[in-house]
């Protein structure tokens, strides 16, 4: 492993400890103010921090405390000051309203480093679906296949 990869790691472990306590400032410091955010959820694009700030905060309000965020199967691709990963979450924890799932999602995220320093430029974010009936497919576990 690189000291880049190394770097990368411990930056996506700290943004996932932001993400399960809700601490949106801290959440926000990993993004470059003008990331591009794909969602599962709509728009299809939030566009600079403003827009991201509020997807993430329309996120964290879904929940009565502190999400449950499972990371699996990080991918890392690093060359020079470019980075690419990819890795499935559980997501889960006591949501506000009736569903109370688990719920597993896709996530690909792009970084540049400069000065030294780590940001997320792009995150795209999707959740399964089944394409006989366009319906949300929500597996248990992670290699479970369709039916």
Not at 11 to 25: E, G, M, N, P, Y
Not at 89 to 117: I, N, P
Request: with cysteine; charged share 25%.
């Amino acid at each position: 492993m690189t000291n880049h990869e190394t770097e990368i790691r411990a930056f996506l472990a700290d943004r996932a400890i932001a993400q399960q306590t809700k601490d949106l400032d801290k959440l926000m410091s990993f993004y470059a103010p003008d990331a591009v955010y794909y969602d599962a959820v709509a728009p299809l694009r939030f566009t600079g921090e403003e827009e991201i700030r509020r997807n993430f905060q329309r996120w964290f309000d879904g929940y009565e405390g502190d999400i449950t965020l499972e990371t699996h199967d990080l991918t890392l691709a690093v060359g020079g000051d470019t980075a690419f990963a990819y890795m499935l979450h559980r997501d889960s924890g006591k949501r506000k309203g009736d569903f109370q799932g688990a719920v597993w999602v896709r996530e690909t995220t792009c970084l540049q480093r400069s000065e030294g320093a780590w940001a997320i430029t792009h995150e795209h974010v999707s959740i399964p679906i089944d394409p006989a009936t366009f319906m949300v497919w929500l597996p248990q576990e992670k290699d479970q296949p369709a039916a």
